[in-house]
């Protein structure tokens, strides 16, 4: 993630972000949240102030327009929908989210308040949810007029299976978004606990640098793939596409080698360049999570060697 614009300019903040393989330009209006002050304001209630901008708020023309709060001790973002608020009153308007949407979100990674009187939702999400956010929000937001899709994403947040049934009870386009989000879910937080378990640190290589990876060693889609802790490796960027291309492999001794198969093949097409470097980090016992029950499975390996057509 790059902030573009000036260190300068407050509103909007133009951030650009890698994803799905292209750069997408993204604008942020972010404040602080705060309590709502008053007396008769309530104790759970937060808010941010749009002060230093004015009516209406400029909106991207090429992609994502974020209205942010930031809670400083929970390290949590609240969304608005920035459509419900481009033109507002003068003086130190507000938006408000009541501060458990918030713990919510700390607890599971995303969070989705009731119905506004706007007809508006907030949503809480923690910074490892960013981009799950931000290039979602507005679909996210446009499902405030559907109750039970506001049900069914609050499921989907806290981790929850959804049963068929449950899907068929909102429009086509609603489970898409359910099942959008659901997906994302389950893949921010197998990262999440993926960089955990190995101390955001690549278990060939040894770098941190946050550029690591949480890798499927059986990947999604293949049956009896799973999300869990120990169907994941800490990879830096290069070592991932090694591994997800079968260039590399883990054996059941948690070594990592070459796939002389593979080697082969691109040495065919000219194409071995930075051999050397790859293979100097392995035949070795990979970095293994201090919690053993975080150990890869040695089922997982088999079949994904065998997915991989590993010849052993």
């Known amino acids: 993630m790059l902030l573009f614009s000036p260190p300068q300019q407050r509103h909007p903040r133009v951030l650009i972000v890698q994803a799905n393989n292209q750069n997408i330009e993204m604008w942020v209006y972010i404040w602080t949240l705060t309590h709502g002050g008053g007396r008769k304001r309530p104790v759970d209630e937060y808010r941010i102030q749009l002060t230093g901008v004015t ?55 995303l969070a989705f308040s009731e119905r506004k009187g706007n007809d508006e939702i907030a949503i809480g999400f923690r ?13 996210l937001h446009e499902q405030a007029m559907d109750a039970t899709a506001i049900e069914l994403l609050g499921r989907v947040a806290s981790h929850e299976r ?4 449950d899907l ?67 990879l830096s960027a290069t070592f991932h596409r090694a591994f997800d291309s079968a260039l590399i492999y883990l054996d059941e001794a948690y070594a990592m080698h070459l796939n002389a198969r593979r080697v082969e093949e691109l040495r065919g097409e000219g194409l071995i360049a930075g051999f050397d470097q790859i293979a100097a980090h392995l ?28 010849v052993l």
């Not at 909106?59 to 209205?67: R, W």
């Not at 959804?162 to 049934?165: H, I, R, T």
Request: charged share 20%; proline share 5%; net charge positive.
């Open 168 to 234: 068929e009870r909102i429009s086509p386009e609603r489970q898409q978004v359910v099942s959008t989000v659901a997906r994302l879910t389950r893949a921010a937080d197998f990262r999440r606990r993926i960089i955990q378990a190995y101390n955001t640190t690549c278990a060939v290589t040894g770098i941190q640098l946050r550029l690591v990876d949480a890798a499927y060693i059986l990947p999604v889609g293949v049956e009896g793939s799973s999300d869990a802790t120990t169907n994941g490796l800490c």
């Open 283 to 310: 035949d070795r016992r990979i970095s293994l999570p201090t919690d053993t029950r975080n150990w890869p499975d040695l089922e997982m390996i088999r079949r994904a060697n065998a997915y991989r057509q590993i």
């Open 55 to 109: 009516a209406p708020l400029r909106l991207n023309p090429s992609g994502p327009t974020l209205l942010l709060g930031y809670e400083v001790e929970r390290n949590c973002f609240a969304g608005f929908d920035v459509r419900k608020h481009q033109t507002f009153t003068t003086g130190s308007p507000s938006i408000q989210i009541r501060i458990g949407v918030l713990d919510d979100a700390v607890r599971n990674g």
């Open 127 to 139: 910074p490892d949810y960013f981009l799950v956010y931000a290039l979602n929000a507005l679909l």
């Open 162 to 165: 959804l049963a068929v049934a």
